[in-house]
Nanobody, 125 residues
């Protein structure tokens, strides 16, 4: 079965950088739409960034130019590199995956089939 295991969360200072990891197994990593979604306390889940099976990417406006999503096929691992972190980036971050069809960042907070357990990111002053 599909397993997505996130790691790398923690506390980081405002303006700092962090890289999360998502180890994937149980499905075709190369033929998938994968994404990072997040949920801040008291808010709905939202898509942050997606990467399709052709390696095309899409980002939410809130992270455009600061986050970069990538896949390491040798390690079956998905990353976001998160730079210039802001307080509003504080949230639980989830690795999500689905078949490579209608791979959009707007739907990555709700319509994906497979979710990891999440990893907390806290941006402090």
């Amino acid at each position: 079965h599909v397993q997505l295991v996130e790691s790398g969360g923690g506390s980081v200072q405002f303006g700092g950088s962090l890289r999360l990891s998502c180890q994937a197994s149980g499905y075709s990593f190369s033929s998938s739409c994968m994404a990072w979604a997040r949920q801040a306390s008291g808010k709905e889940r939202e898509g942050v960034a997606v990467i399709d099976n052709d390696l095309s990417t899409e980002y939410a406006d809130s992270v455009m130019g600061r986050f970069t999503i990538s896949k390491d096929f040798a390690k079956n691992t998905l990353y976001p590199q998160m730079n210039s972190l802001k307080h509003e980036d504080t949230a639980m971050y989830y690795c999500v995956a689905k078949l490579p069809f209608e791979c959009y960042v707007d739907s990555s907070g709700t319509d994906f089939d497979n979710w990891g357990q999440g990893t907390q990111v806290t941006v402090s002053s």
